[in-house]
């Protein structure tokens, strides 16, 4: 059974940081490219960031990039997302996903919320 768990979320003044992490089981995480996906209040889902399998090539969203990293530890099963310099319009729901085996998972998101 696949199981993706988020955390890390939270409450942030504009300019501040966090890092989420994407606690992964179920599948082989080392084997497969994983993604982070935002939801913003009454949007649609936004693609933020993906990272191959081994972590050596990383893509970000134009709105994103120089601000946000993706990494990941494939010893530990987890996916990262060091976001730095956040602003009011990254306020989100912040998942994370895989594609396996032409499947979709998600976990259960974490809440972000940026403002003063």
């Known amino acids: 059974q696949v199981l993706l768990v988020e955390s890390g979320g939270g409450l942030v003044q504009p300019g501040g940081s966090l890092r989420l992490s994407c606690g992964a089981s179920?599948?082989?995480?080392?084997?497969?490219?994983m993604n982070w996906v935002r939801q913003a209040p009454g949007k649609g889902l936004e693609w933020v960031s993906d990272i191959h399998s081994s972590g050596a090539y990383t893509y970000y969203a134009d709105s994103v990039k120089g601000r946000f990293t993706i990494s990941r530890d494939n010893a530990k099963n987890t996916l990262y997302l060091q976001m730095n310099s956040l602003k009011p319009d990254d306020t989100a729901v912040y998942y994370c996903?895989?594609?396996?085996?032409?499947?979709?998972?998600w976990g259960q998101g974490t809440q972000v919320t940026v403002s003063s």
């Open positions: 179920g599948f082989t995480f080392s084997s497969y490219r």
């Open positions: 996903n895989a594609k396996i085996v032409l499947r979709d998972y």
